[in-house]
């Protein structure tokens, strides 16, 4: 069973066609140590720190599924009610399925490049969360990553040298995940 984004990330709905919201920019100014012991017509102005926002627009996309049966088999058979609705939700090609397509296609789009000079993986990945993330001012709380990748990179993870397994202790703990990218509230990292 995947991880149903729709849980990690705050619900809402909209009957409307786009949403509008406002992006972070950077900011202008910094805070600084400011005296304000010399005389009142000596005093510089006070620094100020302010952030600067984008507006955004986007556009509500729509996901749709329908299925056909025949009506008798609705009526013989009381668990195809359940199964059909399971499948047109969390199946294999079900709603939710094309809702975490979606949901990562947007996330993807809106990725910060990494940005630290690891190659390996694994190192590349904590790198990220705790490094870049942290660098600025996010913290990390969730590591997306598809299964075969989580496999590959984190618990086939060998050392070059000798072929062992070494993978961090107590660093790296592997929980059901689903794609490859790292992920901090809203903001996310291309490995």
Same mark, same amino acid.
């Given at each position: =069973? ?121 190192? =590349? ?19 997306? =990553? ?46």
């Amino acid at each position: =069973m995947p991880v149903w984004l729709r849980y990690l990330f705050p619900n809402s709905t909209t009957t409307k066609g786009v949403i509008h919201y406002l992006v972070e920019n950077g900011e202008v100014g910094a805070a600084a140590i400011w005296d304000g012991s010399p005389a009142n017509a000596s005093l510089v102005a006070k620094p100020g720190e302010a952030p600067l926002f984008n507006d955004a627009t986007v556009l509500v996309e729509w996901i749709a599924g329908i299925t056909r049966v025949k009506r008798e088999m609705l009526d013989d058979v009381e668990w195809l009610r359940s199964y059909i609705a399971r499948t047109l939700t969390t199946g294999r090609k079900g709603l939710w399925v094309a809702e975490n397509t979606l949901i990562l296609n947007a996330l993807e789009a809106a990725s910060t490049p990494y940005d630290g000079d690891a190659t390996n993986l694994l190192e =590349m990945i904590v790198d990220a969360a705790f490094g870049q993330l942290k660098d600025n001012y996010y913290n990390p709380t969730v590591i997306l =990553m598809n299964n075969r990748d989580a496999v590959k990179y984190i618990n086939f993870n060998k050392a070059s040298g000798s072929g062992e397994y070494d993978a961090p202790i107590g660093v790296v703990a592997v929980i059901e995940v689903n794609c490859i990218l790292v992920v901090c509230q809203l903001f996310l990292l291309q490995l």
